[in-house]
């Protein structure tokens, strides 16, 4: 069987079709560059990030470590809450660090605007959130973002420390899968 020609031939194809998407042109690989605020609300009116765990059960702050919370938050156009929803992060964060001064990322932003609606980016990484400027991987997409490798720089644009509330903004650079390409 594995000397059959046919099988040497698929395997030939394979490996071609293999190594063009590995090229260091990354043929069908484009380059995007998006902003946008995460709106990261703990309390008052509709808050999106809620404790599930803790040290101290549901009484536990996310300022501790140990801490996870799950959000729904919006993802808007500008730093305000009332612009431009254009998304939502889904997914969680957990405080990571003993002096609890970093919450780990982990969650899907799911778009909701015209451009990129259904489309997903995946973030993952350490928001040593009392820098001024921090940085987090975009692991993954799909959708529009099918293959997305890249990062975020995050800047904190607001913060209610007594109320756990913050808007964060992220200047996310990715390379993806072309939306017209193929391999
Ligand atoms: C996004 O897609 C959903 C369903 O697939 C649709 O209901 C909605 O109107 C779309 N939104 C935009 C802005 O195109
Ligand atoms: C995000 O991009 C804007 C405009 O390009 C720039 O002024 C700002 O410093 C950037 N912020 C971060 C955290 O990279």
Redesign the pocket.
């Known amino acids: 069987m594995a000397s059959s020609p046919v099988f040497l031939l698929l395997l030939l194809a394979f490996s071609v079709r293999g190594s063009a998407f590995w090229t260091p042109m990354m043929p069908n690989m484009i380059e995007t560059k998006l902003q946008f605020y995460l709106q990261d609300w703990e309390t008052g009116k509709n808050p999106t990030a809620t404790t599930i765990a803790g040290a101290k059960g549901l009484a536990s702050s996310v300022l501790n470590f140990g801490t996870v919370l799950a959000i729904d938050d919006a993802v808007t156009e500008g730093a305000d809450r009332n612009s431009k929803q254009v998304g939502r992060a889904h997914g969680i964060y957990v405080n990571s660090a003993l002096d609890g001064s970093d919450l780990h990322f982990l969650f899907s932003v799911v778009f ?3 451009k990129y ?2 489309s997903t980016l995946e973030i993952q990484g350490a928001d040593r959130f009392f820098l001024k400027q921090r940085e987090v991987s975009v692991v993954s997409g799909t959708g529009s973002f099918r293959f997305a490798k890249g990062y975020a720089t995050l800047e904190t644009v607001y913060l209610d420390l007594p109320g756990l509330n913050a808007v964060v903004k992220f200047n996310v650079t990715v390379v993806h899968l072309s939306s017209k390409g193929h391999f």
């Open positions: 909701t605007n015209e609606n259904g």
